[in-house]
């Protein structure tokens, strides 16, 4: 797992690159959200998603929430239409994620997307350099809790097999609660997990 240090706030250029490279080649990257720290990775490839449940040891291969550059992006793998479009142009970018109906069987298959943008420099910067979303999934094996800290980040993943291939150190991160999630498929909306942002349905 090769390691940078990153201002996540100012975050370095050619870094991101770096991370911007991996992901397209398949890698999995550990990257400051925010939230805690997140593994991404390319969504449309199953052999990376594939990789990336390996790494957080998740047999049961739960569903993967990912980041988009905007809804103009989101369009192209959801279906975002009427009063569920309402929901993305009034909570993103926030600390909300918004579950909408797949429109692609190549993107995390069998499952429907689950859409963030967190708003930071650093996640906005990764977003530019991607012409696809990329994974937000928590920085964790399964069923532990999120990692907050470098410590926890590599309690988690030194001695694990795969590794993730990059980690983008941003010392220890706020700890702030995961996002709050809305099922946009279902009528009416339904919360599936409280998060901060209250939503109104």
Known sequence: MIEYKIDKDNPNPVIIQKAAEAIINGKVVIFPTDTSYGLAANPISEQAIERLYLIKNDLKKKPISVIVRDKQMAKKYAVIENESEK?????????????????????????NPSFRIPGTPLTNMLSDLLDFPYTATSANLTRYEPAYTPEKIYEYFKSNKPQPDIFLNAGELEINPPSTVVDLITTPPKIIRQGPTKIDL
């Open 87 to 111: 929901f993305f142009d009034k909570y993103l970018p926030g600390s909300v994620t918004l579950i909408y109906p797949a429109k692609r069987e190549d993107f995390l298959p069998n499952q």
